[in-house]
């Protein structure tokens, strides 16, 4: 059950756009569109942003978009805004054993 | 309004146990899969366990199987994570968590504010 890989930190300024990566396994990102990814302010609960790799929740701005290639997803936030600095979580579905995974974590600054 | 309430938790010694609750309200409990998520203070999210919609099926983490059991009450629309022989990795907040579609793992739409666990002499 190791974690996925995410980058520590990622930073932009604001308007820009910032992608987060997040590596798995042929186990887990590669072998199943069930990555999801999750907001989280300090002191705050984890907010679901994308389901299924790329679907956005009601309510969740369009500047938040998902995809994945292989064992690779990606959570892209566009026209950064300061509302967005905190930390993003993904995670994936790795079957009936493992169950599910998550990311190591990114913290997103904005500059 | 959806909403997830967890309570239960608070200061236990090594080797002792806990029954963390969370009550949910504002949608059909009876129809998805809960879970329980994990935080240690400073560090990242940790998935600890899942139970079906009837209760049938139950998934543990390696880092927690034997020691917790997750239950639920559909007619008491209540989720349980009975916690034993804890130790000191098991201080966090733990997340009571709902399943977004009643047929899938597609992924988890609404998160309880937490209940604090730890595990100290």
């Known amino acids: 059950q190791s974690a996925l890989t995410q980058p520590a930190s990622v930073s932009g300024s604001p308007g820009q756009s910032i992608t987060i990566s997040c590596t798995g396994t042929?186990?887990?990102?590669?072998?199943?569109?069930?990555v999801s990814w999750y907001q989280q302010h300090p002191g705050k609960a984890p907010k679901l942003m994308i389901y299924?790799?790329?679907k956005r929740p009601s309510g969740v701005s369009n500047r938040f978009s998902g995809s994945k290639s292989g064992n690779t997803a990606s959570l892209t936030i566009s026209g950064l805004q300061a509302e967005d600095e905190a930390d993003y979580y993904c995670?994936?579905?790795?079957?009936?054993?493992?169950?599910?995974?998550f990311g190591t974590g990114t913290k997103v600054t904005v500059l | 309004e959806v909403q997830l309430v967890e309570s239960g938790g608070g200061l236990v010694q090594p080797g002792g146990s806990l029954r963390l609750s969370c009550s949910a309200s504002?949608?059909?409990?009876?129809?998805?899969?809960m879970h329980w998520v994990r935080q240690a203070p400073g560090k990242g999210l940790e998935y600890v366990s899942a139970i079906s919609s009837n209760g049938g099926s139950t998934y543990y983490a390696d880092s927690v199987k034997g020691r917790f059991t997750i239950s639920r009450d559909n007619s008491k629309n209540t989720l349980y994570l009975q916690m034993s022989s804890l130790r000191a990795e098991d201080t966090a907040v733990y997340y009571c968590v709902k399943e977004s579609s009643s047929s899938s793992w597609y992924g988890m739409d609404v998160w309880g504010q937490g209940t604090t666990v730890t595990v100290s002499s």
């Open positions: 995670c994936s579905y790795a079957g009936s054993s493992t169950f599910r995974v």
């Open positions: 299924e790799v790329s």
């Open positions: 504002g949608f059909t409990f009876s129809s998805y899969a």
């Open positions: 042929s186990s887990d990102v590669g072998s199943y569109n069930l």
